[in-house]
């Protein structure tokens, strides 16, 4: 299992380590690793590829806390959302206030020691970007030219804690020394004061600042914006930001999103099991509709 091998942590996040409170799910992991050992299906952590929708291999990582499953199919991991969203046969369950309690609590950063120094005022923005090795390709520098001219110094970039001091750097040339917070520091307190957000579409920002109620839009290049194990969650929470809280429970609460969390499912064994009972035979159905290495017929 990888999610908390420290050897493939210290190889995807170096110095940094994961919160405490991750580590609930590692039992997540245990069972969900060993249902696709039973259904012949490999399972990979953390990992983008498109494979076709007859798929070989479900990915899964963390998502604001929580326990995320997804075939590695664009096209199956987009659709598990919209059967999600009309899904009516499971409980709704109250995900946004344990997300909201999260962040009230300082409990919703993926990684500990950040920093919590409160000195710097709030500003009315923030944005929120990914890490150095997403900056560029990533973040649509027409964008951020709109959010300099729109908001002048009233608004904060908050750097990604996997951030190059080249790229804090450059930030602090485009937008002023005084508009960049320290790559460290506690990005959700500022969260909680801002009036507007700005983030990715593959950062977990963006569903706590929807849970909060905070206009949010994004910052992304449209043409890489596929690229991220969660366009296919932020894309549709982005879209229902306007009823945020009533999607994100509705959504959430059914097997069918991939989303499983032990503190809010009451039976998440059982939500495991009902999401791979609904996947497979998804995927059984797109069997020999198209088939690997195949060529092109020419007359």
């Known amino acids: 299992?990888?999610?908390?091998?420290?050897?493939?942590?210290?190889?995807?996040?170096?110095?940094?380590?994961?919160?405490?409170?991750?580590y609930k799910l590692e039992e997540v992991e245990a069972y969900f690793v060993r249902l696709c050992g039973e259904h012949g299906i490999n399972c990979s952590y953390d990992v983008m590829a498109e494979e076709m929708p007859y798929f070989e291999t479900l990915g899964y990582t963390e998502y604001?806390?929580?326990?995320?499953?997804?075939?590695?199919?664009?096209?199956?991991?987009?659709?598990?959302?919209?059967d999600a969203e009309w899904d009516k046969m499971h409980k709704v369950e109250d995900y946004s206030n344990w997300l909201i309690n999260k962040v009230v609590k300082n409990d919703s950063n993926k990684y500990t020691d950040r920093e919590s120094d409160e000195s710097l005022p709030p500003k009315d923005f923030l944005v929120v970007l990914p890490g150095s090795n997403k900056v560029?390709?990533?973040?649509?520098?027409?964008?951020?030219?709109?959010i300099k001219s729109a908001h002048g110094d009233n608004v904060y970039l908050k750097p990604h804690p996997i951030t190059t001091h080249q790229i804090i750097g450059e930030l602090k040339d485009f937008f002023g020394e005084k508009c960049v917070l320290p790559r460290n520091l506690n990005m959700y307190y500022y969260l909680q004061k801002a009036k507007g957000v700005y983030t990715t579409h593959i950062s977990e920002s963006c569903?706590?600042?929807?849970?909060?109620?905070?206009?949010?839009?994004?910052?992304?290049?449209?043409?890489?914006?596929?690229?991220?194990?969660?366009?296919?969650?932020?894309?549709?929470?982005?879209?229902?930001?306007?009823?945020?809280?009533e999607y994100i429970n509705k959504c959430f609460s059914s097997p069918k999103s991939g989303i499983i969390n032990p503190e809010v499912d009451?039976?998440?064994?059982?939500?495991?099991?009902?999401?791979?009972?609904?996947?497979?035979?998804?995927?059984?159905?797109?069997?020999?509709?198209?088939?690997?290495?195949?060529?092109?017929?020419?007359?």
């Open 1 to 22: 299992m990888e999610m908390f091998n420290k050897k493939e942590m210290d190889k995807r996040i170096g110095h940094l380590k994961k919160s405490k409170s991750l």
């Open 64 to 82: 604001a806390g929580n326990f995320y499953i997804r075939p590695l199919n664009f096209k199956l991991a987009n659709e598990q959302m919209r």
């Open 136 to 146: 560029r390709d990533n973040v649509c520098l027409n964008k951020m030219k709109q």
């Open 207 to 245: 569903i706590y600042s929807v849970v909060l109620g905070k206009p949010t839009q994004p910052i992304d290049v449209w043409n890489n914006i596929q690229r991220g194990s969660f366009f296919c969650l932020n894309n549709h929470i982005l879209d229902n930001q306007s009823n945020g809280k």
């Open 266 to 299: 009451k039976n998440w064994k059982e939500k495991v099991e009902q999401y791979m009972e609904y996947i497979m035979p998804k995927r059984q159905f797109y069997q020999n509709w198209f088939l690997a290495g195949a060529k092109r017929v020419s007359n």
